[in-house]
């Protein structure tokens, strides 16, 4: 199982763009990244899925390099309310796996 | 729908006693998975079932007993808990192998 490694904290301000770095130096072929989002006493919530190139939707973007070693989530003009831990996770794709583990996550903090 | 429902919401046990926490969705999903949650600490997994069938195991205490009647409902069974097994208990759901993980929003168990 590809293992994740992010930045255990970040702090950004209302308004600007925040961008999440996420390693996972053995990814396999089969492997795609997905982010989510959580908030205190809440389950995790799905933010963006991606294999290759870059994904965006209504609320990120995520970009994963031609090697796939590692990913990043970019948050445009965070908000008060994206305050939460965020979580990568790579895992298989239509694959016979269904073990999805989490890592350690990063909290960001967005001050006024 | 497009929700994981879980419940109860908040649990307080004792260590003798035999309680459930239960978690129903009704999106087809035939993967559903349980989490332990510390304060602080990512989401830990602890079962996955696939088409009503046990998958994995991640090593938990046999005081953890999952069990899946039927592909909508999944039910956690706990007995003989110790007080370091308080955490938030969450459930999650996907089609298979695909897509991303949906999470009830947790039962919170503390045992005394």
């Known amino acids: 199982l590809a293992k994740t490694t992010q930045p255990i904290s970040m702090d950004s301000y209302e308004g600007q763009e925040v961008n999440i770095t996420c390693s996972h130096n053995?990814?396999?072929?089969?492997?795609?990244i997905t982010w989510y989002q959580q908030f205190p006493s809440q389950g995790p919530r799905f933010i963006i899925q991606g294999y290759k190139t870059k994904v965006t939707n209504e609320v990120a973007s995520l970009f994963i390099p031609a090697d796939r070693k590692s990913s990043t989530l970019s948050l445009p003009r965070v908000s008060l309310s994206d305050t939460a831990v965020y979580y990568c996770?790579?895992?298989?794709?239509?694959?016979?796996?269904?073990?999805?583990?989490f890592g350690t996550g990063t909290l960001l903090a967005v001050q006024p | 729908d497009t929700e994981v429902t879980q419940t109860p919401k908040h649990l307080v046990m004792g260590m003798t006693n035999k309680k459930s926490l239960k978690c129903e969705q009704h999106?087809?999903?035939?993967?559903m998975y349980w989490y332990k949650q510390k304060a602080k600490k990512p989401p830990e997994l602890m079962f996955v079932?696939?088409?009503?069938?046990?998958?994995i195991n991640e090593s938990v205490p046999s005081r953890f007993s999952p069990e899946c009647p039927n592909s909508s409902l999944l039910n956690l069974h706990l007995h003989a808990l110790q007080p370091e097994d308080s955490a938030l208990y969450l459930c999650?759901?996907?089609?298979?192998?695909?897509?991303?993980?949906?999470f009830g929003e947790g039962s919170r168990l503390t045992v005394l």
């Open positions: 079932y696939s088409y009503e069938k046990l998958s």
């Open positions: 999650a759901s996907r089609y298979r192998g695909l897509g991303e993980l949906f």
């Open positions: 996770l790579v895992g298989a794709y239509g694959g016979a796996t269904n073990k999805l583990i």
């Open positions: 999106m087809g999903h035939r993967a």
């Open positions: 053995n990814i396999a072929t089969n492997d795609y």
